[in-house]
């Protein structure tokens, strides 16, 4: 599946992503976050990961490892 653009919708919260074969993937981004254990710096994080590179938003959220995003933004907070 060859990607055209990825790009957050903040109508809809979500991450749009448009592919060349015409299809469209909409990830509604407070269905793939309200599982997560997150802390309100991790979640400015998750914020600016879908607004700057909703591509790798995506990604991670397709691959299930956005809690692992999170747990490795938390462990820089603490240092």
């Given at each position: 599946?060859?990607?055209?653009?990825?790009?957050?919708?903040?109508?809809?919260n979500?991450?749009?992503?448009?592919?060349?074969?015409?299809?469209?993937?909409?990830?509604?981004?407070?269905?793939?976050?309200?599982?997560?254990?997150?802390?309100?710096g991790?979640?400015?994080?998750?914020?600016?990961?879908?607004?700057?590179?909703?591509?790798?938003?995506?990604?991670?959220?397709?691959?299930?490892?956005?809690?692992?995003?999170?747990?490795?933004?938390?462990?820089?907070?603490?240092?």
């Open positions: 599946m060859n990607i055209i653009y990825a790009e957050y919708n903040i109508h809809h979500s991450i749009d992503i448009a592919t060349a074969a015409g299809y469209l993937l909409r990830i509604d981004c407070w269905e793939a976050e309200k599982d997560l254990k997150i802390i309100p991790s979640e400015c994080a998750l914020n600016a990961l879908a607004i700057d590179e909703p591509l790798e938003y995506a990604r991670l959220y397709l691959d299930g490892n956005l809690q692992v995003r999170i747990d490795a933004e938390d462990s820089f907070e603490l240092l």
